[in-house]
Every structure is written in C-alpha cells, then in structure tokens.
T-cell receptor, first 114, second 107 residues
C-alpha cells in the first residue's frame, strides 16, 4: 500500500532530551516536507527536501534539523526540545513529475515536551 | 503565496451540495489554487487544484471565477464523512495552510 509512515505516533519527552521522528514513504517521491500544526495557527512548514541531500528551511525551522540521505526517509531531529515544540507534526511527500503542492501526508506525530 | 480568505465555519445537510468559498484577490497569473481537507487530527488530504478552468475529479469540483479572485469547492452530495476542515491554498513557494473552513455535515 502506498503510504507515508511516521514514528512514533505519540511521544512525551522532557526538555533537552534529543529525539528523532522518522518519516518514510514507499512511493519513490522526490519531494518531502515536515509541518507542525498548532491550534489557531494552521499547518506551518518546518523544512522541506527537493531530493536526496537537498534540504531547505520552511517557515518555522528554528529548533529543528533534518537530513535526507535516502529518497524514502526524511527524519526530523529535535536536538534540544523545548515546551514550545509541543505540537502535532506531519510529514508529507509529493510524486515526481507532478506539482510539489499535491502532497501525501502521514498520520501525524503528537509530541509533548514537558 | 497569495493570501486566501475563507469563512471560519459552515454547515451542510447530508446529501446536499456543500459549496465552500475562498477569496484570493491577490493571486498572480501563474499561481494555482489548491484545496485540501483534514478530518479531525488526521493528515491533510489533497482534494483538487486548478489554474483558471473549472476542474472536477472523483472527490469534488472546483469553480474558479474568470478574474481568478475567488473560487468555490463543491462537494456534490455531502456525507457525514465529509465533516472536516477545508483549506484553500494559493502557493507560490510552498504550501501554507491557514485555519481553513470547518465544514460540519448535519444528518
């Protein structure tokens, strides 16, 4: 089944403890992206990647890192999480040869930082 | 990205057409209009997009005015499963999801 998967789906952690949220897609998509969703603010893009080894900042990149070593994986790294990074996170990917705005989203990761 | 304006919420009776409006008066000539929806806290789902011609797919129809300053997403026969937040986006560099329209389909 074609899909975008994220792990973990739920995570509670403490301030400063490094964590990684994984994202994987099995559709050979070149474009991948991370978003966070907060009440009243809609979805905001954190980072995106046009292809392997090509990443760029979105609207809210502070406090996050990403890497794209393989086409299928695009992990989101929080080196030193803080409570203001408590949010619902979505990974997305887009098919090659089509608009990068036609995106497939993962199920989401709900992160709580205490 | 062109700024888009949508009503905060709308209701629609089950089985009737749901017409969701969006204003994008600052849209430029090469900006498409995209529609997504998000059911509860699931990942957003792509619905449809268009440039200036009306578009239809298995999920919905998109009507774009001739001056391209507004558009309407039409769900022809709304069901309870169409209850969701609907986002109208006119991206130039990336997708920016605002707060959208919360559509409630009423039995």
């Amino acid at each position: 089944e074609a899909q975008v998967t994220q792990n973990p789906r739920y995570l509670i952690t403490v301030t400063g403890k490094k964590l990684t949220v994984t994202c994987s897609q099995n559709m050979n998509h070149e474009y991948m992206s991370w978003y966070r969703q907060d009440p009243g603010l809609g979805l905001r893009q954190i980072y995106y990647s046009m292809n392997v080894e090509v990443t760029d900042k979105g609207d809210v990149p502070e406090g996050y890192k990403v890497s794209r070593k393989e086409k299928r994986n695009f992990p989101l790294i929080l080196e030193s999480p803080s409570p203001n990074q408590t949010s619902l996170y979505f990974c997305a990917s887009s098919p090659p040869g089509q608009s990068t705005y036609e995106q497939y989203f993962g199920p989401g990761t709900r992160l709580t930082v205490t | 990205d062109a700024k888009t304006t949508q009503p905060t919420s709308m209701d629609c009776a089950e089985g009737r057409a749901a017409n969701l409006p969006c204003n994008h008066s600052t849209i430029s000539g090469n900006e498409y209009v995209y529609w997504y929806r998000q059911i509860h806290s699931q990942g957003p789902q792509y619905i449809i997009h268009g440039l200036k011609n009306n578009e239809t797919n298995e999920m919905a129809s998109l009507i774009i005015t001739e001056d391209r300053k507004s558009s309407t997403l039409i769900l022809p026969h709304a069901t309870l499963r169409d209850t969701a937040v609907y986002y109208c986006i006119a991206p130039l560099n990336n997708l920016f999801f605002g707060t959208g329209t919360r559509l409630t389909v009423i039995p």
